[in-house]
Structure formats: structure tokens, C-alpha cells
């Protein structure tokens, strides 16, 4: 008869025992996933259509973002500047971040960038010269360009290339 309860017990323990651990393992994944609130593992980087975002890296170190950027919008830029704002800043009534657009040559500056062409390596400042190893922050990219067209320069022009998050390394 004693034999019967430990048999049911051991039972009872082993069942209970296997549900927590897979609470416990799918608990860890939501959590390393970023959606119970912790950040997120990865860097990301989400174009908008015509452009293109990848080998993105937000350095520790220096504070900034080093990303290949590219656009296929028909338009050949010319002084073209790029920025990071940072996600919640303030916008002007046609939507274009207010720092920037008070501000439109003072991004870092890629130059000529050809529709169908890349820039690689580009510097973007993100923050102060150094930030903690696993900081993460979010925002957009955005280019501020002029066009030429016929001996005219034309602009400036604001574009949100990508939708970025981002986890120092």
C-alpha cells in the first residue's frame, strides 16, 4: 500500500516538474526576445521602400552607428547628409524631425549617392562619445539631399531611410 503513494507521488512531482521547466524555457525565450520587456539581442535595421540598410554596428565605444546605406528612388543625390534621430523627437508639421531640419547639413556626410548605388561604412553620431557595451536605443535614419537638374540645385529634401534598434557592442 506504501508503495502505491510513493508511486503516486513520484507521479504527481515528474508532471508538475516537466510543465514548469517548459514555462521556465518558453519564459527565457520570450524574455531574450525582447517581447516581456527586456531588449532585444540584435541590432536591426528596417528600410523604407527605395532604400536599403545593412551591416549595421552601433559601436560602444565611439557612440556611433557604422551602416551601408543605399536608395533606388530614380534620384541622384547630391550633398546628401545622414542622421540618427533618436525615437520621440519632436517633428515640424511635415513630419520631418525638427533637429534635422533646423540643422539640414549638419548630419554626416556621405556626398553623391547615385539612385542604385551604396555607401558603405557610413559614421552616424548616436550619442556621446562612448556608451556602455549592451545600451540599447531606437529611431529612424533619415537623409537630408539636394538634387541637380539641369545646372539647378534643387532642395533640401528629407527621407526616412530605415527604422532602426539598436545594441551597443
Given at each position: 500500500?506504501?508503495?502505491?503513494k510513493?508511486?503516486?507521488?513520484?507521479?504527481?512531482?515528474m508532471?508538475?516538474?516537466?510543465?514548469i521547466l517548459i514555462?521556465a524555457?518558453?519564459m527565457?525565450?520570450?524574455?531574450?526576445?525582447?517581447?516581456?520587456?527586456?531588449?532585444p539581442?540584435t541590432?536591426?535595421c528596417?528600410p523604407?521602400?527605395?532604400?536599403q540598410c545593412?551591416?549595421?554596428?552601433?559601436?560602444h565605444t565611439?557612440?556611433?552607428v557604422?551602416?551601408t546605406?543605399?536608395?533606388?528612388?530614380?534620384?541622384n543625390w547630391?550633398?546628401a547628409?545622414?542622421?540618427f534621430?533618436?525615437?520621440?523627437?519632436?517633428?515640424?508639421g511635415?513630419?520631418?524631425?525638427?533637429s534635422?531640419s533646423n540643422?539640414p547639413t549638419g548630419?554626416?556626410?556621405?556626398?553623391?549617392?547615385n539612385?542604385?548605388?551604396t555607401?558603405?561604412?557610413?559614421?552616424?553620431?548616436?550619442?556621446?562619445?562612448s556608451?556602455?557595451?549592451?545600451?540599447?536605443?531606437s529611431?529612424?535614419?533619415?537623409?537630408?539631399?539636394?538634387?541637380t537638374?539641369?545646372?539647378?540645385?534643387?532642395?533640401p529634401y528629407?527621407s526616412q531611410?530605415a527604422?532602426?534598434?539598436?545594441?551597443?557592442?
Amino acid at each position: 500500500m506504501n508503495n502505491m503513494k510513493l508511486q503516486s507521488a513520484m507521479e504527481y512531482l515528474m508532471t508538475y516538474g516537466w510543465a514548469i521547466l517548459i514555462i521556465a524555457v518558453v519564459m527565457v525565450a520570450l524574455f531574450s526576445l525582447g517581447i516581456l520587456g527586456g531588449s532585444p539581442l540584435t541590432t536591426t535595421c528596417l528600410p523604407q521602400s527605395g532604400y536599403q540598410c545593412s551591416g549595421v554596428v552601433y559601436s560602444h565605444t565611439s557612440g556611433n552607428v557604422v551602416a551601408t546605406i543605399g536608395q533606388t528612388t530614380g534620384n541622384n543625390w547630391a550633398s546628401a547628409n545622414v542622421y540618427f534621430v533618436p525615437q520621440g523627437t519632436s517633428t515640424t508639421g511635415a513630419g520631418v524631425p525638427s533637429s534635422i531640419s533646423n540643422n539640414p547639413t549638419g548630419g554626416n556626410v556621405i556626398g553623391t549617392l547615385n539612385s542604385g548605388a551604396t555607401a558603405t561604412s557610413i559614421d552616424i553620431p548616436v550619442s556621446a562619445p562612448s556608451t556602455a557595451a549592451g545600451t540599447s536605443t531606437s529611431g529612424q535614419l533619415w537623409a537630408v539631399y539636394y538634387v541637380t537638374s539641369g545646372g539647378t540645385t534643387q532642395g533640401p529634401y528629407y527621407s526616412q531611410l530605415a527604422t532602426v534598434t539598436l545594441k551597443a557592442v
